[in-house]
């Protein structure tokens, strides 16, 4: 019976390397024959000059590149004269096929070969007769071979022996880089390669290895409609931030008046604003927020970098599951903690900024105008991010892991519109077209729905706190029944349903209310009973809180790390259900414990680092770097044509390298977009700035601890 998976393909690799018979291997060596002649890529070419004609009658599928299944046949036959003749553009096709990779073993199951080599080679026989290079990924099935190991028992024999439970599984494809002629579609190289590994191996394969997503040739570049409008629509950015520039230039050499909205695309205005830092003392803004954030949004790309690093081909990529084991690992396991303290002060500066604009028009809030600049001001940045992701993007890199990774476009095709009007983490959970743009679904979510909090809070004050507190407890209880319905487990990488966990526990907004409650009734009453005001504390008791706080946060990070523990039992259901909800809501208190402590003075050097003028100018631009740092991270990772290495130094590496090209990219993209809408806003509606307060004077001598500005749309930033 023809097997799906067979046992002999793995015979197939394992000669991929040239593994003959020794006399003949010495023989070669000795002569000067071909290195490639025992090698697959080698008989590859030998296979495709005998069944030329046999593969005239392979069924083509549509495609909009021009095969020519006899061009082909010629094609195949004049590499492998050329095999023959040692001519150097002959040897360049087998040349550029993947081999055996170091470590199958260990989990590396790709040999991409030289993806350039092969794309980028043609010989010319004639004016309009080229033998062009045509590289494919093909698809090996190798489930028999690793079914047939026997596996050591030893820890000493087999360092992976010791992987969690959850489990290092054996890979089922191997991923080879070949290189064929372009003339040649997809379906017949696929013929070809089946029939080598027959005639050689005598193992039939029944299904596709070689397919037309995984095959690239070099073609000229045919710009679409939207790449046009792409490049014209940053064209014009480009050309408004020159203008703009060059008239506040000239405007204040001359020292005449300038219009603010000729000043919305200056650098010249928008830079000193983005990263100029004045001293503060300001009741109604809090400094520690601007460390906070900036410390959490490092973490967000620390955690998203791991999650596309274990995409990458490792050649040693069954360390993961021995790392996964270490207290380290946990910063990223754990790493969604920080999206709590984003949800946390997104309801603490919702509050606050609310409350104070309520406290101008008594008590009325102007819901057409609140929701309308909260949308302007946060969608040009991820509408942009859209377009370049639907047009340029496609450019941005090429290779075997491009076609594997550099797919985020394909994601965006039908859920665009969704992104724009924040719904994405509900219409297209599985296939969000900025991944990590679920939390700005989230929190515009829970900005739309606001005033159900808001106007009961100012109208009754305390008396409103209960129904809110409850509202809270009972969004937890969902999560926790949710837990115990789909037999969601501790840890998201022990679950067999991760992307379902991902839709019903993580995206949804009513799992994310307790921890946002939480900071809209600290900011409650740290508005309307702190506010201005510093509260003495004895050190004995600040100490205490202090201890207490971090005791919290690391019991939420560390807790469950025995768990993982190849030695350990596996946790119950019920305690990941009940962790998922009450780890997000403690992280929440004693981030609240931090924000207090450090706004009445009992933050000391802890405050005074929170506070840190660099951070408060790094902060204006987490919003951006939040938007973008996941398209950077996927661009970098899928240009990658060599074998990497697992190990948390190299990711450290890639993290710097990651995190500074995200940098750069956000500081255009605020100048280019972000506080031109800013300045345009203003300049419009005349608003933009928050007026300077009424000073308050504090309760007590020490003056009252400053932070940032607390508008009422907070810039989100998540992982």
Request: charged share 15%.
């Amino acid at each position: 019976m023809v097997r799906h998976i067979l046992t002999g393909v793995s015979l197939a690799l394992l000669v991929l390397a040239g593994v003959t018979l020794a006399d003949e291997s010495n023989t070669q060596l000795a002569t000067g024959s071909s290195p490639f002649r025992s090698d697959i890529s080698y008989q590859f070419y030998h296979v495709g000059t005998q069944l030329s004609n046999e593969l005239r009658n392979v069924t083509n599928i549509e495609s909009h590149r021009d095969y020519d299944d006899i061009q082909c046949g010629i094609d195949v036959q004049r590499i492998f004269e050329g095999l023959l003749n040692y001519n150097e553009w002959a040897l360049r096709f087998p040349d550029s096929w993947g081999r055996l990779p170091m470590g199958m073993l260990s989990g590396h199951s790709i040999s991409m070969g030289n993806y350039g080599e092969c794309k980028y080679l043609t010989r010319k026989f004639g004016e309009n007769d080229h033998v062009n290079g045509q590289y494919c990924l093909a698809k090996v099935p190798i489930k028999g071979f690793f079914s047939k190991i026997i596996k050591d028992e030893t820890d000493f024999i087999n360092y992976n022996s010791r992987a969690i439970s959850y489990k290092q599984k054996d890979p089922e494809i191997f991923e080879l880089g070949i290189c064929v002629p372009s003339s040649c579609s997809p379906q017949i190289a696929n013929e070809i390669l089946k029939n080598t590994i027959k005639y050689f191996y005598n193992e039939e394969i029944t299904q596709d290895m070689v397919t037309e997503p995984f095959c690239d040739i070099d073609e000229p570049i045919t710009l679409r409609g939207i790449d046009i409008f792409a490049i014209i629509f940053f064209s014009f950015i480009l050309f408004c931030m020159l203008a703009s520039s060059i008239y506040d230039y000239i405007k204040t050499k001359n020292g005449q008046p300038k219009s603010p909205l000729f000043l919305s695309f200056s650098v010249l205005t928008n830079a000193p604003k983005i990263f100029t830092v004045k001293p503060v003392n300001n009741p109604n803004v809090i400094h520690c927020l601007n460390g906070l954030r900036c410390f959490s949004m490092m973490w967000v790309v620390f955690g998203h970098g791991y999650m596309t690093f274990y995409d990458l081909p490792h050649i040693n990529r069954n360390r993961f599951y021995q790392w996964t084991q270490t207290p380290y690992s946990m910063l990223v396991q754990n790493a969604t903690l920080c999206v709590d303290t984003f949800f946390f002060m997104s309801g603490l500066l919702m509050l606050w900024g609310a409350f104070r604009e309520m406290e101008k028009t008594k008590g009325k809030l102007d819901l057409k105008m609140m929701y309308f600049h909260r949308y302007v001001r946060l969608t040009p940045v991820v509408a942009v991010v859209v377009l370049y992701i639907m047009s340029l993007y496609k450019y941005s890199g090429a290779g075997p892991m491009w076609m594997k990774l550099g797919t985020q476009d394909k994601r965006c095709e039908d859920s665009w519109w969704a992104t724009l009007i924040y719904v994405q983490n509900y219409a297209f959970p599985y296939s969000i077209c900025i991944s990590q743009s679920w939390y700005l679904a989230v929190d515009t979510q829970l900005y739309v729905l606001s005033p159900i909090f808001l106007i009961p809070l100012w109208k009754w004050g305390k008396k409103a706190l209960g129904p809110i507190i409850l509202f809270g407890v009972l969004c937890m209880g969902c999560t926790f029944a949710t837990f115990m319905y789909n037999d969601f487990t501790l840890f998201r990488v022990n679950d067999d349903h991760v992307d379902l966990r991902q839709r019903l526990t993580y995206y949804p907004t009513h799992t994310r209310f307790p921890t946002w409650l939480i900071g809209v009734i600290f900011g409650y009453f740290l508005f309307t009973k702190n506010r201005g005001k510093q509260f003495p504390m004895k050190k004995h008791w600040v100490v205490t809180c202090w201890i207490l706080a971090f005791g919290v946060m690391l019991t939420d990070l560390w807790g469950p790390y025995w768990r993982i523990l190849p030695e350990n039992p596996d946790a119950p259901i019920i305690e990941g259900a009940f962790y998922e909800p009450l780890s997000r809501a403690s992280w929440a208190c004693a981030i609240a414990w931090i924000v207090w402590a450090c706004y009445n003075g009992h933050g000391g050097i802890i405050n005074d680092f929170l506070s840190w003028g660099f951070f408060t100018g790094f902060s204006r631009l987490t919003y951006c770097m939040y938007v973008i740092h996941r398209i950077v991270q996927l661009v970098t990772a899928a240009r990658l044509q060599t074998d990497t290495h697992f190990s948390d130094y190299d990711m450290v590496l890639r993290w710097w390298h990651d995190f500074g090209l995200t940098l750069c990219a956000s500081m255009f993209a605020t100048l280019a977009f972000e506080a031109p809408i800013l300045g345009i806003e203003k300049a419009i509606f005349g608003r933009g700035e928050a007026r300077p307060p009424k000073k308050i004077e504090p309760t007590t001598a020490a003056e009252p601890v400053a932070a940032e500005t607390a508008t009422p749309v907070e810039p989100p930033t998540k992982a």
